[in-house]
């Protein structure tokens, strides 16, 4: 358990996230216009006249939005709303062209409600985190305070764009239910699992560096023992998993020492100071009133019906917290060559390509792709499984990589056959493995006469070494072997070697 010492006593930290991510979609929540806003992208030109707010324009809802949000709430085992509703929620800022956010007001059911992930603890003990809803939303503009010396400017092309808000809860009727997260690691592995599940589904890119994932942090403290939750503050927009583990710790040790010192903790929404680490007030926390919350009434009420949520439930894909166990329970994987290998579900892909339906190749596979295929991601195109050169270099492919493990494995080359193999691919030589082997000269020697006769030659050669292996110097074997593997030019099959010098050497 996560714990921070203070003068009076041990404290613990109670930490809720408010996670936006952005939803991948061809057009905006509620306009045709299109939902890419790149850096590249001209500003102000990816915008409708409902993005833009003029008079009279009605936004109509994107039923693949919906989807993609079901589609999330199944993922994360919570109960989908059959009926729901769209609300303004009031606040003036530059970057909001209406003067309100469409979105699900947190006193009605959203589309998505009480689901769930699991989550390692910090003693390394399963754990539930609670999350009370997930709701639809639509992302503000975008100010720029840069390219003026006194003058800000708005790009309208991200308004509009939808996010799903995943909130965490907090049990307050079963307070010793430990359901939320305690501590700045554990927010970690929770974010990480929500983009996991995000990329997984294809939901969103989830990248908290270009901003498609970021996350509201709330953090109080208490001190250990205690039942009720006090005063907590929130930190709006982080978009990195240092920063937020580091604000929840220094966070909550300047509440200790308020509290310590016998004030009080007040519900303020603060701003995170990257440079330093340290965060200030921006203004004192708003609740619900003041955001006056009222039903859109542009808006029809949403329905959705048994039959979408099945429609959705059976174009699911294994998630890759289901991927890495079969991993490790049907191939042998250790738990960190698993994760490696489901970092992305399109090289959980190509790794299951590559495998086929050879298991016993899994283990050579997983050790290639981690040791010398991710060291080079420019030779290896993950969501492509033709062979061939793409400008001017070598794409390595699944087949590619079985092959040659293959080719290992019956002995047709050894490891270091093998790694120059490879590095030739790596400078664009075409063809398979094995034509590669074949041209190069590079097959193993198995022939057990043809090895036979160059270890007659280097125990000949090293008579001296003989008497000392045979007087109980048993590691000069490795000088055997090394002088016939420089003999055979590294072809000879090493497990042959071995056991034709042993009878020999006695």
């Not at 990195?240 to 010192?261: D, G, L, V």
Request: one cysteine or more.
């Amino acid at each position: 358990m996560f714990t921070i010492k203070g003068k009076t006593g041990d404290w613990e930290v109670v930490v809720g996230l408010e996670t936006h991510i952005e939803v991948l979609s061809k057009s905006k929540i509620f306009s045709g216009a299109s939902a890419d806003y790149n850096p590249t992208v001209t500003p102000n030109t990816q915008v409708s006249f409902v993005d833009a707010a003029m008079p009279g324009m009605l936004p109509v809802l994107n039923e693949y939005c919906v989807d993609q949000a079901i589609k999330f709430g199944l993922a994360i085992n919570a109960e989908i709303a059959h009926k729901s509703r769209f609300a303004r929620k009031q606040y003036f800022y530059p970057d909001l062209p209406q003067g309100y956010q469409i979105t699900q007001a947190t006193s009605e059911p959203a589309v998505v409600n009480h689901g769930w992930i699991e989550i390692m603890d910090d003693d390394g003990n399963p754990k539930k985190i609670l999350i009370e809803r997930a709701h639809l939303e639509q992302d503000a503009a975008k100010n720029k305070h840069d390219m003026h010396p006194t003058k800000s400017f708005v790009d309208l092309n991200r308004s509009g764009v939808m996010l799903l808000e995943i909130v965490t809860a907090l049990d307050i009727k079963n307070p010793e239910n430990n359901s939320y997260i305690t501590s700045p690691d554990e927010a970690e592995r929770y974010l990480r699992q929500i983009r996991e599940i995000a990329r997984a589904l294809g939901v969103s890119k989830a990248n908290m560096e270009e901003g498609s994932m970021r996350a509201d942090v709330n953090v109080s403290v208490r001190p250990v023992g205690e039942k009720t939750f006090r005063t907590r503050t929130e930190t709006k927009n982080m978009i990195s998993f240092k920063f937020i583990k580091n604000h929840i710790e220094n966070e909550a040790r300047r509440q200790i020492e308020i509290y310590e010192n016998g004030g009080t903790v007040s519900q303020d929404t603060l701003r995170y100071h990257q440079d330093d680490g340290t965060s200030s007030v921006m203004r004192s926390k708003e609740d619900a009133l003041d955001y006056r919350y009222f039903p859109d009434p542009d808006l029809l009420p949403l329905i959705i019906t048994d039959e979408q949520i099945e429609r959705i439930r059976k174009t699911m894909p294994e998630l890759p917290t289901a991927t890495r166990a079969r991993y490790i329970e049907k191939f042998g994987l250790s738990e960190y060559d698993a994760a490696r290998l489901t970092e992305t579900v399109d090289i959980s892909h190509w790794f299951d390509l590559a495998v086929g339906d050879k298991t016993e190749r899994a283990k050579g596979i997983a050790n290639w792709m981690i040791s010398e295929l991710f060291a080079h991601p420019e030779n290896y195109d993950i969501t492509n499984e033709k062979s061939g050169v793409v400008d001017g270099m070598r794409i390595i492919t699944p087949t590619d990589l079985a092959e040659l493990v293959d080719m290992v494995s019956a002995s047709e080359i050894n490891g270091k056959q093998a790694k120059d193999i490879f590095i030739k691919m790596l400078d664009g030589e075409t063809g398979t493995p094995r034509a590669i082997a074949d041209k190069f000269g590079m097959k193993q020697i198995t022939d057990t006469g043809a090895i036979e006769k160059i270890i007659d030659e280097v125990i000949a050669n090293n008579p001296s070494q003989v008497e000392q292996y045979k007087s109980g110097k048993v590691g000069l074997l490795g000088f055997f072997v090394g002088n016939v593997m420089k003999a055979s030019g590294g072809k000879a099959n090493p497990g042959v070697v071995n056991e034709i010098l042993k009878k020999k050497l006695g």
